[in-house]
Nanobody, 124 residues
Framework: QVQLVESGGGLVQAGGSLRLSCAAS????????MGWFRQAPGKEREFVAA????????SYVDSLKGRFTISRDKAKNTVYLQMNSLKPEDTAVYYC?????????????????WGQGTQVTVSS
């Protein structure tokens, strides 16, 4: 059974940083992509970033390039999302997800498993 457990969310002031973690278990992720999505109240869940487990190739939504960085630690089976220069509009529940390689990484429907989410709140 695949499990994804996010952690690291919290309350931070605008301009601050947070690092989210996603601990993955239940299968070998070599042929999979790991993604981060977020969902603000009243809005659709949107793509943030993705990384291929094996090669470490990354993808980002254009609007967050330069502020957010996705990475993974194979030894710890963990994916990270480093978020810098946070803004109030970054406030959302952040979700980790996994899906097979070869799918559209920015499409939430291409992911098979999801974590429970972690709340990030950025105060102004």
């Amino acid at each position: 059974q695949v499990q994804l457990v996010e952690s690291g969310g919290g309350l931070v002031q605008a301009g601050g940083s947070l690092r989210l973690s996603c601990a993955a278990s239940g299968r070998t992720f070599t042929s999979y992509v790991m993604g981060w999505f977020r969902q603000a109240p009243g809005k659709e869940r949107e793509f943030v970033a993705a990384i291929t487990w094996s090669g470490g190739r990354t993808s980002y939504v254009d609007s967050l390039k330069g502020r957010f960085t996705i990475s993974r630690d194979k030894a710890k089976n963990t994916v990270y999302l480093q978020m810098n220069s946070l803004k109030p509009e970054d406030t959302a529940v952040y979700y980790c997800a996994t899906g097979p390689l070869g799918r559209r990484v920015g499409d939430r429907y291409e992911y098979d498993y999801w974590g429970q989410g972690t709340q990030v709140t950025v105060s102004s």
